[in-house]
């Protein structure tokens, strides 16, 4: 990327008549210190899914503990309250660590590629969402490395129910830090949802109307409106909990007139959405790799694009079908029971608008197709059981056994990690410029589609024999020791499959042959610029004339040559490309946040021994905090710009065999 850069472009600075104030920018172009302060849109992707991809490990792991401790009746691997503190954390870590990053991975890096932009609109907030995340990650997980028998880490599930996470109930301040870890992350989120909103709405290329978007472009923009939207509720929820353990009020105290059912409220008005949240890219990747595997158009592109804003819409109106079991009344529970079967009909109409896609297509079975067929057989599975928990006699059944484990591990594991490890394979030879060999990536699905079923498909019939959810053990005379036993060897297998997933992953980016330009002969945007993506992304602006873009540019290359041509002269005339300079104060801002928040997290409202150090700590974090707020406010739009030293402005237009 550096190398091409060098040989088109020269660098100068922009002039400017009042020179912003900054007190220090960084020059290294390589190295810890170009990570840490650049506002890359692709490099900042690519440590979005290094984060994601290893809280993903640490949460399997942590999944491999848990099955391990049921693989026998009466098992002592782990007591009742590691056990407690394993799936709390197994969930935190899957959801908002390993899930969510990683599609935040696919949309800075694919998003602003689609749509034919140079960078997303605000580059520095960008770079401040990925070190507030990391900050709000390093604070959930703290407890790990503290004292157990006052800190240690969170017990009291993912869902944080009231009044398990009470200072009665739960002194330690383990759920202290997994509130504020929360918060941050949501900070985080937001931050990037709002980055990309107004990226997808303002930087469009030329032509490319709202329904010329290719469908990951619009499940970004409908999952980034669901995050603006859903994080809210669960910011009140925290904050009242956290009021609750702090200050003494009592939002969810019975003994002082709160109501637990309220915090219930809170959390699945968010989510619920949630579930969209992680489920819709899931739905823009498969979007993306069935048309080019079966060499075809997407079959009712306006079909697919209004099922995913109606899922969006209902997902707000489905929250307690999770409360069915809460006595919340005849009406309110048909009501949501309808609601609960109407949004079957939006995902429905997806699945087959793909099988539409599919039909008379000339069918290329590479490993993203294989993932992306996956994805649609689990999805289903698992919306088939989540149909029948939309009947409320049923769910009274099934609420809180592990047949309902088994139904949300095929909808976000069968679902949502089966599309991203699509999109990793599909966009791979893109981002890197090195194709994963399609031996080792088969294999690995085959590894892990055998392991997913053998492990999750057996917890159907645990849950139906009445196996509730968060038991740390049984007896033998339950009749549960077969269907746990294969269950458990399901997970190894399936942990070996991610395991050689992973490995061919990390082989093929340290060792792989480098491959020619558009290796899957795509048909939106990203694949018509070189691989890997220079800085800049494209050389001119590219002219949208069709809703397959670049499909249309290949079979069009005198007109498009033309029109980047005229582009390239006007955009020299007006001082060459735009380019932000890197910034470390986004990542200063975000490390004095995590500064301030481990001091007040840790600060105990008794006076006691260290409580000065607690408030110095939280006092510094914030001046911290403050000082990269400002200096990063003062460096305005200050950047740089690019200029053509040739007289070439049109990209190559057909694969290459050669590497760029």
């Given amino acids: 990327m550096d190398a091409l850069a060098k040989s088109d472009f020269h660098s100068k600075e922009e002039s400017a008549p009042a020179k912003p104030f900054v007190l220090w920018r960084p020059t290294a172009k390589s190295g810890l210190i170009d990570w840490l302060t650049t506002v890359d849109h692709k490099k900042i992707g690519f440590l979005y899914g290094f984060f994601a991809l290893i809280f993903f490990l640490v949460g399997g792991f942590e999944a491999l503990l848990i099955r391990t401790q049921l693989m026998f009746p009466n098992s002592d691997v782990l007591t009742a309250q590691q056990y407690n503190r394993m799936f709390t954390m197994h969930g935190t870590t899957m959801i908002f660590l390993a899930v969510m990053p990683l599609g935040a991975a696919f949309f800075n890096i694919i998003m602003p590629l689609q749509i034919g932009a140079r960078d997303v609109a605000f580059p520095r907030l960008n770079a401040f969402s990925l070190w507030t995340f990391c900050a709000g990650a390093i604070i959930v997980n703290i407890g790990w490395f503290l004292p157990s028998d006052r800190w240690g880490a969170p017990d009291a599930g993912w869902f944080g129910y009231s009044p398990l996470t009470s200072k009665g109930f739960n002194p330690a301040h383990a759920t202290d830090f997994w509130i504020m870890g929360l918060q941050l992350l949501g900070v985080a989120s937001i931050a990037a949802a709002l980055n990309f909103i107004v990226t997808i709405i303002n930087m469009r290329a030329p032509g490319m109307t709202m329904m010329r978007l290719p469908v990951f472009v619009w499940m970004t923009l409908i999952t980034s409106f669901l995050i603006i939207l859903s994080f809210p509720a669960i910011t009140i929820a925290l904050v009242e909990l956290m009021m609750d353990r702090q200050f003494g009020t009592n939002f969810f105290e019975v003994s002082g007139g709160g109501m637990p059912i309220l915090w219930q409220h809170l959390f699945w008005v968010f989510g619920h959405p949630e579930v969209y949240i992680l489920i819709l890219p899931a739905m823009g990747i498969v979007s993306e790799i069935l048309p080019c595997f079966s060499r075809k158009p997407l079959y009712g592109y306006p079909i697919v694009v209004f099922s995913g804003a109606s899922i969006g819409f209902l997902g707000f109106a489905v929250w307690s079908h999770h409360m069915f079991t809460t006595g919340l009344g005849a009406v309110a529970t048909a009501a949501f029971a309808l609601a609960t079967m109407c949004i079957a009909v939006p995902t429905g109409v997806k699945i087959f608008n793909w099988i539409g896609t599919l039909w008379g297509g000339h069918l290329q079975m590479r490993t993203p197709m294989m993932f992306a067929l996956g994805f649609i057989w689990m999805f289903m599975i698992g919306g088939f059981s989540g149909i029948m928990h939309s009947a409320a006699p049923a769910d009274a059944q099934q609420q809180d056994s592990y047949f309902v484990v088994a139904h949300f591990h095929y909808v976000l594991i069968g679902g949502s990690i089966f599309a991203l490890l699509a999109g990793i394979h599909y966009w791979f030879p ?185 408030l110095g700590l939280s006092l510094t974090g914030g001046i911290v905090m403050f000082i990269g707020i400002y200096l990063w406010s003062l460096e305005g739009n200050e950047g740089y710009h690019l200029h053509l030293d040739d007289e070439s402005h049109a990209p190559e237009t057909k694969p290459s065999a050669k590497p760029h």
């Fill in 430 to 614: 893109l981002i890197f410029g090195k194709k994963v060999s399609e031996f080792w990536g088969k294999l690995s699905f085959w590894v892990i589609f055998i392991g997913f079923n053998t492990t999750f498909f057996p917890q159907h019939f645990l849950g139906l024999n009445g196996m509730p959810r968060r038991t740390f053990t049984y007896d033998p005379n339950m009749g549960w020791n077969t269907a746990n036993f294969i269950s458990t060897i399901g997970s190894y297998v399936l942990g070996v499959g991610m395991l050689i997933y992973f490995v061919v992953i990390v082989y093929t980016y340290l060792k792989g042959k480098r491959i020619g330009h558009d290796v899957w002969d795509g048909r939106t945007l990203e694949w018509s610029i070189p691989n890997p993506p220079p800085e800049y992304n494209f050389r001119v602006i590219p002219t949208v004339h069709a809703r397959d873009a670049w499909w249309y540019e290949k079979h069009h290359k005198e007109e498009i040559a033309q029109e980047q041509a005229e582009h390239a002269k006007a955009e020299a005339a007006h001082g060459g490309i735009h380019m932000p300079f890197s910034s470390i104060y986004p990542f200063v801002a975000s490390f004095g946040i995590l500064i301030a928040s481990i001091g007040i997290t840790a600060f105990d409202s008794n006076p006691a021994p260290g409580i000065h150090w607690k």
